[in-house]
């Protein structure tokens, strides 16, 4: 069953049809990338309505089932669209009401000239769960991180800024094969690494720990790690702070399990940071979904009501920042599938120090 095959079933109990305006939504359903148009899928056909400029790629990389329509841009793209509904009896349309803006909104609603209501966030809910495909895609993109890392190793130098050495990782992922940085990327040296999403400063790198939080993306899927090292050596309560978060990362890995709460694979780690004295030092969620976007649903989160299951694939991430001090976080991703748990990342993760 094809991915538009699947979104007509879940819709059918109350939307006759859908219009796709968000462009990663429309990408996951229509198997192509493009950033002016719309995705239509009603219960007896699919389409995809956008302008010349996309209308031969298209052809070549969208999947069987979906028709390819260039009217003019605008309000012809809405008449088509009128017409298709006017032809097949729609009488209901869905829309994405957490990425469309009211006058978007306004705008297609009159234009098309039926009721519309909200998706209900349906194919958010499709997201959730990867595909073997998709994971291959985060896979390629988590590989091209991992060799990043062991090259930022190779060459880095106490001279260094921290923008440069920044730099230096997203360039070498854009020259061996990521079509772009999955976000910006963190890099913060001695106090600044106290600042979970502390900005690169143009300086150079402080002694103690560097946070390192960067990833890249292919074909529309995301890596995100982050690798915490020393520059110098660690002193004794560094490295105390150190593989406290080690083991709350790599126990929270093995003891995560297909079926288990979300926030049930949060405590694991937070317990532990807890427990070892770094009261309130770990104040985010232990993990978020990766995928077409860097955050998605679900999270390993205390307050989380999702079970982590089969397609999952979320980040464990535990931190502890000591404010004006410093700060050590530890990141992987994690993919849960045929109801074992297996780490897409493979960069070292012991305690390192440089120069």
């Known amino acids: 069953m094809t991915r538009a095959e699947k979104l007509r079933a879940k819709i059918a109990p109350f939307a006759d049809a859908i219009v796709i305006t968000d462009v990663l939504n429309q990408y996951y359903i229509s198997g192509f990338r493009f950033t002016d148009g719309?995705?239509?899928?009603?219960?007896?056909?699919?389409?995809?309505?956008?302008?010349?400029r996309y209308v031969e790629a298209a052809q070549k990389l969208a999947p069987a089932g979906f028709e390819i329509v260039t009217p003019a841009?605008?309000?012809?793209?809405?008449?088509?669209?009128?017409?298709?509904?006017?032809?097949?009896?729609?009488?209901?349309?869905?829309?994405?009401?957490?990425?469309?803006?009211?006058?978007?909104?306004?705008?297609?609603?009159?234009?098309?000239?039926?009721?519309?209501?909200?998706?209900?966030?349906v194919i958010e809910q499709m997201r959730r769960v990867k595909d073997k495909e998709e994971v291959d895609k985060m896979c390629a993109a988590q590989k091209i991180t991992d060799d990043a890392?062991?090259?930022?190793?190779?060459?880095?130098?106490?001279?260094?800024?921290?923008?440069?050495?920044?730099?230096?990782?997203?360039?070498?992922?854009?020259?061996?094969?990521?079509?772009?940085?999955?976000?910006?990327?963190?890099?913060?040296s001695g106090s600044a690494s106290s600042l979970p999403h502390g900005v690169p400063r143009n300086r150079k790198l402080e002694r103690g720990f560097l946070t390192m939080d960067y990833g890249c993306i292919v074909d529309g899927?995301?890596?995100?790690?982050?690798?915490?090292?020393?520059?110098?050596?660690?002193?004794?309560?560094?490295?105390?702070?150190?593989?406290?978060?080690?083991?709350?990362?790599?126990?929270?890995?093995?003891?995560?399990?297909?079926?288990?709460?979300?926030?049930?694979?949060?405590?694991?780690?937070?317990?532990?940071?807890?427990d070892a004295g770094y009261h309130g030092a770990f104040g985010h969620s232990l993990g978020h979904s990766v995928g077409l976007e860097i955050h998605e649903a679900p999270n390993f989160a205390p307050r989380s009501a999702d079970f982590?299951?089969?397609?999952?694939?979320?980040?464990?991430?535990?931190?502890i920042y000591l404010a004006g001090k410093y700060g050590c976080r530890i990141e992987d991703m994690v993919w849960a599938h045929d109801d074992t748990v297996t780490s897409l990342t493979h960069s070292p993760k012991e305690l390192i120090e440089l120069f």
Request: charged residues 30%; contains cysteine; aromatic residues 8%.
């Open 73 to 121: 841009r605008g309000a012809e793209m809405a008449t088509y669209m009128r017409d298709v509904c006017a032809r097949e009896g729609v009488k209901t349309v869905a829309f994405e009401e957490a990425r469309i803006t009211y006058a978007e909104h306004e705008k297609l609603k009159d234009a098309l000239g039926v009721d519309f209501v909200t998706s209900r966030g």
């Open 221 to 274: 899927y995301h890596s995100d790690m982050t690798r915490t090292v020393c520059i110098g050596k660690a002193d004794e309560e560094m490295k105390r702070l150190y593989n406290t978060v080690l083991k709350a990362q790599v126990s929270a890995i093995e003891g995560a399990k297909v079926g288990m709460k979300c926030a049930a694979v949060d405590a694991i780690a937070r317990d532990i940071i807890e």
């Open 38 to 52: 719309y995705v239509l899928v009603t219960q007896k056909s699919a389409h995809i309505v956008t302008d010349f």
């Open 149 to 188: 890392f062991t090259h930022i190793l190779s060459v880095i130098t106490p001279e260094m800024t921290e923008i440069e050495v920044a730099t230096e990782l997203e360039y070498f992922m854009r020259k061996h094969g990521g079509e772009d940085k999955s976000f910006d990327t963190i890099c913060v």
């Open 308 to 319: 982590f299951e089969n397609g999952h694939v979320i980040t464990v991430e535990p931190g």
